[in-house]
């Protein structure tokens, strides 16, 4: 089955850029599907950040969009999440996940990644 | 955009029912049927529960049942079990290739 891993710096200081990479097992990305970021500060609820389609078309968060970048590497079977100019904010788990979507809609994350926190500190 | 608005907790004993509400705006939960339920054990991925308002994944119990009704969703859990305390997230498409969580409902067994 699908699985997904999440992988990257733990520690992030402020105004410079979080870089994290969500590598795919069970499946290849460049057979289809869209794949995402989702986010939680400690002690609080989710926040959609963006998705990718194989072929790289993007969808994020309006509220991000101006500092986020979504990548696809299909030769390593990864996706990668950019956040610049971070700030304390920006301190939370991140997870990756599947995600069933198209360009007229996203319904939902299955299966997710488990999760890695990165501390936004100087 | 806003974010969802779940209560922030519920609860309810072993055998009993609980219903937690998702309560969003003509242009999410009102007018799409993709709303989502996810369950959160501490320090866990979410794992989802219930999709297109009403489906159930493969391997997720059929205590587990979704619903809407005008701008509400809503999720009940049947027969309450101890390894049903988790909190739970609401989540629906809300045009324009954009996504709305909710804020999060603990759910306590008594």
């Known amino acids: 089955q699908v699985q997904l891993q999440e992988s990257g710096p733990g520690l992030v200081k402020p105004s410079e850029t979080l870089s994290l990479i969500c590598t795919v097992s069970?499946?290849?990305?460049?057979?289809?599907?869209?794949w995402g970021w989702i986010r939680q500060p400690p002690g609080k609820g989710l926040e959609w950040i963006g998705n990718i389609h194989h072929t790289g078309v993007t969808d994020y968060n309006p509220s991000l969009k101006s500092r986020v970048t979504i990548l696809v590497d299909r030769s390593e079977n990864q996706f990668s999440l950019n956040v610049m100019s971070v700030t304390a904010a920006d301190t939370a788990v991140y997870y990756c996940?599947?995600?069933?979507?198209?360009?007229?809609?996203?319904?939902?994350?299955?299966?997710w990644g488990q999760g890695t926190l990165v501390t936004v500190s100087s | 955009q806003s974010a969802l608005t779940q209560p922030p907790s519920a609860s309810g004993s072993p055998g009993q029912s609980v219903t937690i509400s998702c309560t969003g705006t003509s242009s999410d939960v009102g007018i799409y049927n993709y709303v989502s339920w996810y369950q959160q054990h501490p320090g866990k991925a979410p794992k989802l529960m219930i999709y297109?308002?009403?489906r159930r994944p493969s391997g997720v119990p059929d205590r587990f049942s979704g619903s809407k009704s005008g701008n509400t969703a809503s999720l009940t859990v049947s027969g309450l079990q101890a390894e049903d305390e988790a909190d739970y997230y609401c989540s629906s498409y809300a045009g324009g290739n954009n996504l709305v969580f909710g804020g999060g409902t603990k759910v306590t067994v008594l």
């Open positions: 996940a599947k995600v069933r979507a198209d360009r007229t809609m996203i319904d939902y994350f299955d299966p």
């Open positions: 297109d308002v009403t």
């Open positions: 069970g499946y290849s990305i460049g057979s289809g599907y869209y």
